[in-house]
């Protein structure tokens, strides 16, 4: 049993919509198909989620919606004449459309997100029918009915873990069932939407619900790639990835899956593929718990800007219990957290995301370290970006760190830092925010060339 | 004006204190002379100061004490003969020697202290008659007289702030001062020995105190090597270390000064420079604040054994702040110093001292990590060596890292972890205690030959 995913660029037109059925239709296994709202259908248009948010912002505002509510009914409507759609699903969205303008604005913390949710549930409606007149005996599911119960956090939901149980059962229905993206239902009948990754978390938590086999999260792009394509030119696509593999390169920069929506089938131990809707023959990139056999070393390189380190040296720092502790206490205390924490023995770094060091934060932990802490020298380096050389496999080939370096020195790029646990997942270097680019490069053509 | 010091080596017999004599003679500068407890002659020889923590355990175990006092006193009287000292010195030290079987055992936390550091001060006694009898305007000066004040902790003794103000003084006196090492007196007229580092401190405090211009320690070596030298074989002498290249070699197994000795001369600001009594045209390692002109970029290698890891994994754990703090936090509560804490996203390695990791401690960390951190994984890597490449002028140079890493890989060695932080006086690589050899090996020939 599968659970299909399609984004927003998979569903913006009819042509897309064919594809989609044609993928749905070529695997009896692809039982359940989680959808998002329409996207663009090319780069001048607009997605149909930031259509109802200005239509929620014109209400709120209480001025004339009529326009909005025209543009988006019209939206639905176009995919429904292209599909030659029975015109019942039409009236069902329309009055769903106009509905909303009569929801209170008062004292309602989901007006906002019941705006939103509806774009992934019309369209779930939308293609139901679809697949329905063609040849699919398919059902559309509402959030409620599926069993996805969340907390009640306005545009932050989580799903309440019970809900697996309720979800499971619907593995038990013959239907094709369509559920739509994004949100779920609290415990009081609200919509409450997803905060990042949106229809990812939904089909990540339908495939641990319902234990699926497979969770096929189907994009516009032929899977990962092991570097950015906009630094390197024509990078390869990665064959497979491991969970962890795929945290540490979203967390420099990769963005292809939001790695919160990972979670749900990552505790349930579902092995993911993200494939192309324009290309569903090309393989795309698994994400597995435990490579199926070994691979080479690497599987990417990722880099991201945007860092800043505190640089602290104490003659004989290294002989106060408890100093590297309380500097991190600092930080906590100011709400900062700290990325990493390379240390020689009178000296150490904290390097730290930028956005979370304002000009008074600063003050304060340097303030607090001169006096509190009494170092010899604190200070703030910024510009820094992080250099990831990501694969489970490194640790079995000795001399990969050994490789990465020299190619990064042989292009001139200094290693301001680096630090390398024993998992040895990755490597990780810190340079400066201006050599990133080239470092990647250098990088890249060392491992994949 | 200069203080020197003198190890035990280089005070053990008549032939070695003509070396000491006219090294003092050599530079008119060399006003102050700190001095050891004699030394082994051979290496069949007894230490003063083990002769006389044999004559204590005798003393409190009240068992006849003749025999020990014969020793001592004949050790002494040898020097003396072969010196062809006057004798008063000696009916003075052979007083001393006696009267130490006279002092109340009961509630005397100063005893055992008081038994040793007579060894530092009969030889200073005879060190400044045997200079007087050969040129030398020489006085013996007892450390209460030169105001070396310490704190009331038996064998612990930590230098009162407020001394330095009366060593001061000191230098308006015109003879060369000869000082015993090794202890001060309290404000209630206790001897009390320094921890660790004896003569050293003593050395480092009377140069600080009297803002020498030099601080030199002598020694049996031609100052520090760039790598042990029963590991490498006849390895190069550094010419100039600063005082943090210095703590970072200390820290990883190399000793020949203790690093607590330096404290006083550094916060001094005091030059220092090792050399050796038997060569003492050979300039030795000079430790200085800062670098006077631009060196290799690696001043040593060194490498310890003794450590442990313990590594931690949780999906996740790079958005939980505070995570690494509270890992932290477990092991201060069981008084546990971390040395290095390399991270990954999900992952983080905190490298311990063996000796700090108890069994009992052991299982109450890993059960922390699982109940109270939830963490994914946490297991302990036993039998690491930390290695290390020191040199403050490495941050200059692109491309150290690339040849460090380089040098290991081509050796098979492989690297456990690594932590580089941004100071880049040292670049710290964890490895199997097993390879520890043959990585210093690896690295010295890439370093330096």
Redesign the interface.
């Known amino acids: 049993m599968k659970v299909v995913k399609f984004g927003g660029s998979s569903l913006a037109s009819a042509t897309q919509l064919e594809k989609v059925l044609n993928i749905v239709k070529a695997d009896t296994d692809r039982k359940f198909v989680v959808v998002s709202a329409p996207g663009k259908r090319n780069a001048e248009d607009t997605k149909v989620t930031d259509a109802l948010i200005k239509y929620y912002k014109h209400y709120v505002a209480e001025k004339d919606v009529t326009k909005d509510q025209d543009w988006i009914i019209q939206r639905y409507q176009d995919i429904a004449d292209e599909l030659q759609l029975d015109g019942r699903v039409m009236e069902n969205i329309k009055a769903t459309v106009l509905e909303l303008a009569t929801l209170p604005i008062k004292d309602n913390p989901f007006l906002y997100d019941t705006f939103l949710a509806s774009g992934e549930d019309n369209n779930a409606k939308l293609i139901a029918q679809y697949f329905n007149e063609n040849g699919l005996n398919a059902i559309y599911m509402h959030p409620k009915d599926a069993g996805i119960t969340v907390t009640n956090e306005p545009s932050n939901a989580q799903i309440i873990p019970s809900s697996y149980d309720t979800i499971e059962k619907l593995s038990e229905l013959d239907e094709v069932i369509v559920i739509p993206g994004f949100f779920g239902v609290t415990q009081d009948n609200h919509i409450c939407t997803f905060s990042r990754g949106g229809s990812d978390i939904t089909g990540s938590i339908v495939a641990a619900g319902v234990k699926a086999d497979l969770y096929e999260n189907f994009t516009d792009v032929d899977g990962i790639f092991s570097a950015h394509p906009g630094i390197v030119h024509n990078p390869n696509s990665i064959k497979e990835l491991t969970?962890?593999e795929m945290?540490?390169l979203a967390?420099a920069g990769f963005t292809v899956l939001h790695?919160?929506a990972l979670?749900p089938a990552?505790r349930g131990r579902i092995p993911l593929v993200i494939k192309n809707t324009n290309n569903p023959s090309h393989p795309g990139t698994r994400i597995v718990l435990t490579h199926s056999n070994t691979q080479q070393p690497v599987v990417g390189i990722s880099a991201d800007d945007g860092f800043s380190?505190i640089?602290i040296?104490k003659?004989?720092m290294?002989?106060e219990?408890?100093f590297?502790?309380r500097v991190?206490?600092i930080l906590?205390e100011l709400?900062?957290?700290?990325?990493?924490?390379?240390?020689?023995?009178?000296?150490?770094?904290v390097v730290v995301r930028d956005r979370e060091l304002t000009p008074i934060k600063e003050e304060e932990i340097l303030r607090q370290l001169t006096h509190k802490m009494e170092v010899d020298k604190a200070e703030i380096?910024r510009d820094l970006s992080i250099l990831m050389v990501v694969g489970e496999h490194m640790k079995d080939q000795?001399?990969v760190?050994?490789?990465a370096?020299?190619a990064?020195?042989?292009n001139?790029?200094?290693?301001?830092?680096?630090?390398?646990?024993?998992?040895?997942?990755?490597?990780?270097f810190?340079i400066k925010t201006a050599q990133k680019n080239e470092a990647i490069r250098a990088l890249y053509t060392t491992f994949f060339e």
Chains 1, 2 share one sequence.
Do not use: C, W
Request: glycine share 8%; charged share 25%.
């Open positions: 969970y962890r945290r540490e967390y790695d919160e979670i990552y380190s640089n040296s003659y004989l290294n002989r219990i408890g590297g502790r991190l206490q906590e709400n900062i957290g700290f990325e990493h924490m390379p240390t020689g023995i009178d000296d150490m770094s380096e000795i001399g760190t050994a490789k370096a020299k990064l020195s042989d001139d790029i200094n290693i301001e830092m680096i630090s390398q646990g024993s998992s040895e997942v990755s490597i990780l810190v």
